[in-house]
């Protein structure tokens, strides 16, 4: 499976953007890219996805390099309920590659007020 | 919104007892997971069903079995518990096809002495 890199940990103010990265270099053509968070204490939560063109919700956005080797998930305007740690994930269509979530380390970000 | 509910948040069981833990679902979702989550080693897929009374295995299902009657509720058991399986519990379900969002419970922390 293709892998996925994350910083550890970010910081931000409430009321700013954040823009967390993901590094995916060796992503291949059927990959779609993932992002989930979880509070704590609470179970995973879907944030987006996306394939190839950049993606919008009422949650965050994707920006999905050109190339599809990286890609950023933006929270526009952070709050204090936006500290989760956040997951960056590779799916692909491909049947043979099974249906588990396979989390990473992720991000851990932490909101200041 | 999807809602996925699991019956417990906490449970505390003893060695030796069978555990069963439930999951619904109310999206008319096929696919339901069960994984569990442990500090240091990510989200693991314990079983998985793709359709009322199919399943499949995950990475981990020694030691577990599930129950897929109907299509919203997915349960697993624990036939025999042991300490090892102290962990948080994640129920998700998920719409057809390999790269849908997957949409979680809040847990069952499972505590078994």
């Known amino acids: 499976d293709a892998k996925t890199t994350q910083p550890n940990s970010m910081e931000s103010n409430e009321e700013e953007p954040v823009h967390l990265p993901c590094n995916h270099s060796t992503i291949s053509g059927t990959d779609y890219i993932h992002w989930y968070r979880q509070l704590p204490s609470q179970g995973p939560e879907y944030v987006i996805h996306g394939l190839t063109s950049n993606v919008n919700n009422r949650m965050a956005s994707l920006a999905i390099a050109e190339d599809r080797k990286s890609s950023t998930l933006i929270l526009h305007r952070a709050t204090l309920r936006d500290a989760a740690v956040y997951y960056c994930?590779?799916?692909?269509?491909?049947?043979?590659?099974?249906?588990?979530?396979?989390f990473g380390k992720g991000t851990s970000l932490l909101v200041t007020p | 919104d999807v809602k996925v509910t699991q019956s417990s948040r906490y449970l505390v069981k003893r060695t030796g007892e069978k555990v069963f833990l439930e999951c619904v679902q109310d999206m008319d979702h096929e696919n339901m997971f069960w994984y569990r989550q442990d500090p240091g080693l990510g989200l693991r897929l314990i079983y998985f069903?793709?359709?009322?009374?199919?399943?499949e295995k995950g990475d981990i299902p020694e030691g577990y079995s599930v129950s897929r009657e109907k299509k919203e509720r997915f349960s697993l058991i624990l036939e025999s518990a042991s300490t090892n399986q102290t962990s948080m519990y994640l129920c998700a379900s998920a719409s057809g096809g390999g790269v849908q969002p997957q949409h979680f419970g809040d847990g069952t922390r499972l505590s078994i002495l």
């Open positions: 069903s793709y359709d009322v009374k199919m399943k």
């Open positions: 994930i590779l799916r692909t269509t491909n049947s043979n590659s099974g249906y588990a979530l396979n």
